[in-house]
């Protein structure tokens, strides 16, 4: 995992799980800890997650959001969106370009 980034723009690329985590959660909450206005969390680049890593982003959304601060995820890729849509945690988050219709579940239409 590679975190780049400060306080206003964090880019998470790698893997986000159970070996990575504390090390994200620490870096991410001092960009909350030590910024102002939205925090911007770039997925752009993330090539894995498990439970504990969407642990890593609800814990960082929640604290934002004590700081008067808001969690913005950008470039999430198309499985995470359709994970966040199961769990319902797409209500929550501020996802930007979020496109609903982009995870509808393609019919196969057979060949005749």
Do not use: C, N
């Not at 090539?47 to 890593?53: C, K, R």
């Not at 934002?64 to 966040?84: D, H, T």
């Amino acid at each position: 995992m590679r975190i780049r980034g400060d306080h206003a723009h964090v880019a998470i690329e790698g893997r986000l799980d159970v070996r990575t985590a504390a090390d994200a959660r620490s870096v991410l909450h001092q960009a909350v800890d030590f910024g102002h206005g939205d925090l911007v969390l770039d997925l752009t680049r993330l090539d894995s997650w498990d439970a504990t890593g969407l642990g890593v982003i609800m814990g960082t959304h929640r604290r934002a959001g004590r700081g008067g601060r808001r969690l913005v995820l950008r470039g999430v890729p198309a499985q995470l969106q359709r994970l966040l849509v199961a769990t319902k945690l797409h209500r929550i988050l501020a996802i930007e370009g979020y496109a609903p219709e982009a995870l509808a579940t393609e019919v196969a239409v057979p060949a005749g």
